[in-house]
């Protein structure tokens, strides 16, 4: 069969692997391929047990695979074939040299720029998926124009997708956004991917911008969102010392139409690939033009979540006698939010680490992230165990802590729990998703984030 179009996508992560499966789904008409450098990602792709847990992912997978969409590791053939190529490999935070802890690692975005020069046979339209740094685009296009006979046209369009709600999210946006050059070849190479995504989205909800408008965007919207979560942690501890209850506050706050109430819940803190990073980035590129005083603004909402963790964790040392020497502690959730496997930047990894410190015994459930969790955490020395089940993982324990949101655990049988802990049993709450007051009927101290404690003693 001849297809309209052939796009390849370069890294079959959390955001490519979502991204290119909707694409496939909506454009029959069109061919997508999937390349990765990882072989075991790609096997994983294409077989029953995707290498990502995401909602409604696995029948849109199964709607195309073979199909119209397609996983491959052979990059050199997949570059050669697609004049459309979407880059989203990962860009992590950098862990050497200048910028170390702050600045984005640029190592595996910039090979595979080299790897579109090397192996191009033809001209492409090249498109910025994963969050970059501010003016990575001329970098991109720095490098593609050591081209002899091809042209390359760099665009950015980046990705909003939240996971857990990915799919969602991709099949109707609040909006699209594409960067291009405002040359003729660059308002050109827009309007292909402009036609790509009209086949299900609006056209009033799919903007365009210069390139630069396009990268800054993507990273001021994860600061903003990052930036209210800090805000309403922030106050969960002003909370904490004046008996005012984190819950009221927001509701009371959100309904104002100027402010809005989403991501107002109060929680032990943002994790995920993208909100740190992205802020960290924002904040060295800020330091690098001399902005000092916006860099710091922007520093702030990091540290408070820094805050909020350890926080969270001092609690918990208070509330136990302060001690946790061979206390053993269940953590309900590994993942960074619910319904994905994802534990990047999870809060539940720092607090197992200090956990650890404080000579406690770590016991982690999660009903979609144990097995990353136990990659994440394989060096640390120190009692750590992954029980998949949460009764088991509960039972003879000291303390349980909710870390991730999974609606599996407001509905679990809380007094069985109980039951099975050791006395006096203890319940920090990081999400405030229990029912606080009957669990403290039950006989727990209910320890929840911005609220006042329920305790026996
Ligand atoms: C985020 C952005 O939402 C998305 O647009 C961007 O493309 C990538 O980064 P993601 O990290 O997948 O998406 O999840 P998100 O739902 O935004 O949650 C991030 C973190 O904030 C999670 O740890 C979540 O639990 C936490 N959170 C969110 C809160 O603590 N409180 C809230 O009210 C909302
Ligand atoms: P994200 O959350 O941004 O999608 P991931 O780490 O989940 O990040 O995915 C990025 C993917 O990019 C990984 O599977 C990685 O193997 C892949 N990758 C990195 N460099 C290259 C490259 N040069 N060619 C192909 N794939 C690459």
């Not at 910028?99 to 080299?114: H, I, N, P, S, V």
């Not at 994963?130 to 091809?150: C, F």
Request: with cysteine.
């Amino acid at each position: 069969m001849k297809f309209e179009k052939n796009i390849l996508c370069i890294g079959a992560g959390y955001v490519g692997g979502p991204t290119m499966a909707i694409i496939a789904y909506k454009c029959p008409q069109y061919k997508v391929t999937i390349v990765d450098i990882n072989p075991t990602r790609i096997d994983a792709w294409n077989s029953d047990e995707l290498p990502i847990y995401e909602p409604g992912l696995d029948e849109i997978i199964r709607a195309t695979r073979g199909k119209n969409l397609f996983f491959t590791t052979d990059i050199q053939r997949s570059i050669r074939e697609n004049d459309i190529i979407f880059v989203s490999v990962n860009t992590p935070t950098k862990t050497f040299g200048a910028g170390a802890g702050m600045a984005a690692d640029l190592q595996y975005w910039e090979k595979t720029a080299r790897q579109i020069l090397q192996y191009s046979e033809s001209s492409k339209i090249v498109i910025e998926r994963s969050t970059l740094p501010v003016k990575t685009a001329q970098a991109m296009e720095n490098i593609l124009h050591n081209a002899h006979s091809s042209t390359f046209e760099v665009l950015s369009n980046p990705e909003f997708l939240a996971e857990g709600t990915a799919i969602k999210d991709l099949e109707n946006p609040d909006r699209i956004l594409i960067g291009s050059r405002e040359t003729e070849s660059g308002l050109k190479a827009r309007e292909v991917l402009v036609e790509i995504y009209a086949n299900w989205i609006p056209r009033e909800k799919i903007i365009t911008s210069n390139i630069w408008s396009s990268e800054l965007s993507k990273i001021t919207s994860n600061a903003f969102l990052a930036q209210r979560i800090s805000s309403i942690n922030a106050i969960s501890a002003l909370c904490e010392k004046t008996d005012a209850d984190i819950t009221e506050v927001a509701r009371a706050v959100g309904m104002d139409r100027r402010i809005g109430d989403k991501y107002l819940n109060s929680s032990v803190g943002f994790g995920g690939s993208c909100f740190k990073k992205d802020i960290l980035n924002l904040v060295y590129l800020c330091r690098q033009y001399g902005l000092n005083e916006v860099a710091d603004y922007w520093e702030g909402v990091v540290k408070i979540n820094q805050y909020q963790q350890e926080r969270f964790t001092l609690n918990m040392l208070k509330a136990m006698f302060n001690t946790l020497a061979d206390k053993k502690i269940c953590l309900f959730g590994a993942s960074f939010k619910a319904n994905t496997s994802d534990t990047r930047e999870s809060p539940a990894l720092f607090i197992t680490k200090k956990l650890i410190e404080e000579k406690a015994e770590v016991v982690i459930t999660d009903p979609q992230a144990l097995r990353n969790a136990r990659v994440d955490l394989a060096n640390i020395d120190g009692k750590i165990s992954f029980i998949e089940d949460p009764y088991s993982a509960a039972a003879g324990c000291h303390a349980i802590a909710v870390i991730t949101e999974w609606n599996m655990y407001k509905e679990l049988d809380y007094q069985k729990i109980y039951d099975a802990m050791v006395k006096p049993a203890a319940l920090f709450d990081g999400r405030n998703i229990l029912d606080h007051v009957k669990c403290h009927k039950m006989g727990f101290n209910v320890y929840p984030i911005g609220k006042p404690s329920l305790t026996h003693f």
